[in-house]
């Protein structure tokens, strides 16, 4: 493996030999604001669940948000439509309607996400690759190359209540927007990941928020930020996990916007 990350190339080792993630991702709170950042989307994330309809209309709004999470993934991978378009039925883009179908299923994956993630990220790229990836690449790994990187990833899922939760999201989303362990669409299945992290993980257990509308909203910022994680310096992490929260802002702002508006009832 080329020279990656000081700091994650040290904490996949650590993976390996069976470190928990509370001990894999230590380093990366002592990063410079990453601490400052986590607590302030964290904040966000909480006044915005806080919402009074969200106490009669929360299946509204987290069907709303898995349509706007849908149609955004869509369009940071190439596929961009209008929400008004996608909502009408009109749109038949096999990869739009993959990132609609992970929408879909998504609290029923987040349920097995921390048991057997191995598993659900297969089933992520099942739902995304259908009609944009033959039939035999589904749920596989490109290669048997990416697997021992993939691996120690998940390792890091069973732990995710023993750290932030949203630092690991990034961390998922990161890795595998870095490995493209899976043909096709695989932004779509980086994202989903992060999202089921973030919902089974605690942050946003109804499945609420919308992170990659804040992606796509500061999208040349999450290009960037992506390809610094992926050189594995410390301000390449540092960068990330600050977009990561930066998004996670803007989707709890988001909910508010779907719970003042129509989609809430």
């Known amino acids: 493996m080329p020279a990656r990350r000081q700091l994650l190339c040290v904490t996949v080792a650590e993976l390996l030999a069976g470190a928990p993630a509370a001990l894999a991702l230590t380093p990366l709170l002592e990063l410079a604001d990453v601490r400052s950042a986590l607590a302030d989307a964290r904040a966000a994330v909480d006044k915005a669940l806080r919402h009074p309809a969200l106490r009669r209309s929360a299946g509204p709004v987290a069907a709303e948000a898995g349509l706007r999470s849908a149609v955004a993934s869509a369009a940071l991978e190439g596929h961009r439509y209008e929400l008004d378009a996608v909502r009408a039925g009109t749109v038949t883009d096999p990869v739009l309607q993959g990132a609609l179908r992970v929408a879909r299923e998504l609290d029923g994956m987040a349920q097995l996400w921390p048991k057997v993630p191995r598993q659900v990220l297969a089933r992520v ?31 890091l899922v069973p732990g995710l209540h023993t750290v932030p939760t949203l630092l690991l999201a990034s961390v998922v989303h990161g890795e595998l927007l870095a490995l493209r362990p899976f043909a096709g669409p695989s932004g779509v299945v980086a994202r989903a990941a992060a999202r089921l992290t973030l919902v089974a ?16 909203a500061r999208e040349p910022e999450y290009l960037g930020a992506a390809n610094a994680f992926a050189t594995g310096t410390p301000d390449g992490l540092r960068a990330w996990v600050k977009h990561c929260a930066a998004a996670v802002e803007l989707a709890a702002a988001e909910v508010t916007t779907i719970a003042d508006g129509p989609a809430a009832g």
């Open 201 to 216: 993980g605690g942050l946003d257990p109804r499945g609420l928020l919308a992170p990659e509308v804040g992606h796509l």
């Open 125 to 155: 790229h099942v739902l995304a690759g259908r009609d944009a990836v033959e039939d035999g690449m589904l749920g596989r790994p490109v290669s048997a190359e990416v697997m021992p990187r993939l691996s120690g990833l998940l390792t």
